[in-house]
């Protein structure tokens, strides 16, 4: 087992000016010509109820500043959370809240509305943040945060094209002793890395309190579609780190791996305010 470690200062890697005035939960992705492409969360408003379409930033690395370009996945409804992932040589992006919405694009530029179909979704157990893992070829999971007997959780479906998913259960859950239950769910923007046969599950875990807005707890299973119960210290599934981070990207380049951080303004602390920000990652063994 490795443990993931924070290990430089934050430096800023987006900030929108045209389309709104600070990310909230993004993704990062490379595109087919190798230049990386951020979407994200924003509006001149600020509060979820006024995001409704996605700031985007394109850049050659991720040591330098992204550019804005224009607003991607403006619908006139909610858009949260978005999720890329290639397939072929188109991309496919999945985003909340629910029901779940799927656009597909081949440039990350132009995005076309595509039906998504969730069968046997329980209502509310899936309903916000997405994130897709791609287990192999034509197998795919994809996590989604939500609640569950009105605690919260991360829903588990699985698809073989990216357009049809089964629901095959719940990767987390919150116990009775959980330290956090807002009635929309304390978990946010899980991720999922694959390392030496084990998969950590980065998770957001949050009230939107000041005290806990950077909070991201890993946990760590050999099974992507278990990693427990979490009672906090009342026992159950226990993180292996809790690193200070909201709604990160975990991303990997020829220089090592990165977090990202992000947030609405009015919170102090977050690093870079009005920006997605990044900070180098280390993996040291247990």
């Not at 990062?28 to 994200?40: A, E, M, S």
């Not at 509305?113 to 197998?139: Q, S, T």
């Not at 990693?227 to 210290?233: D, K, L, R, T, V």
């Not at 609405?264 to 920000?277: F, L, Q, R």
Request: glycine residues 8%; hydrophobic residues 35%.
């Amino acid at each position: 087992m490795k443990i993931p470690y924070i290990t430089s200062q934050w430096r800023e890697l987006f900030r929108p000016k045209e389309t709104g005035n600070y990310i909230n939960d993004h993704c990062v992705i490379k595109d087919n010509q190798g230049k990386y492409h951020l979407f994200g969360i924003t509006s001149f408003l600020g509060g979820a109820p006024n995001e409704r379409y996605f700031a985007h930033g394109v850049g050659d690395s991720l040591n330098d500043a992204f550019e804005e370009k224009e607003k991607a996945i403006d619908r006139g409804t909610l858009a949260w959370a978005p999720c890329v992932i290639p397939k072929d040589d188109d991309f496919y992006m999945f985003y909340g809240p629910s029901p779940t919405s799927l656009a597909v694009s081949f440039d990350m530029f132009e995005w076309y509305n595509y039906p998504v179909k969730l069968n046997g979704e329980i209502p509310m157990a899936a309903h916000r943040d997405h994130f897709v893992l791609k287990l192999e070829d034509n197998k795919y999971i994809m996590y989604i945060v939500g609640t569950k007997n009105k605690k919260s959780c991360v829903s588990l479906f699985e698809s073989s094209n990216l357009l049809e998913w089964d629901f095959c259960g719940y990767a987390l859950t919150s116990g009775d002793d959980a330290p956090l239950n807002p009635p929309w769910g304390a978990m946010e923007s899980p991720f999922v890395v694959k390392m030496d046969e084990l998969y950590y599950l980065f998770i957001t875990y949050t009230d939107c309190s000041r005290e806990n807005y950077h909070n991201t707890l890993v946990f760590v299973s050999d099974d992507p579609y278990s990693f427990g119960e979490y009672n906090g210290e009342k026992g159950g599934a226990v993180p292996v780190a809790k690193l200070f981070a909201h709604a990160p990207e975990i991303l990997k380049d020829e220089n090592g791996w990165h977090i990202t951080t992000c947030g609405w303004n009015g919170y102090e602390d977050i690093p870079n305010p009005g920006a997605v920000s990044i900070a180098d990652l280390e993996w040291r063994e247990k």
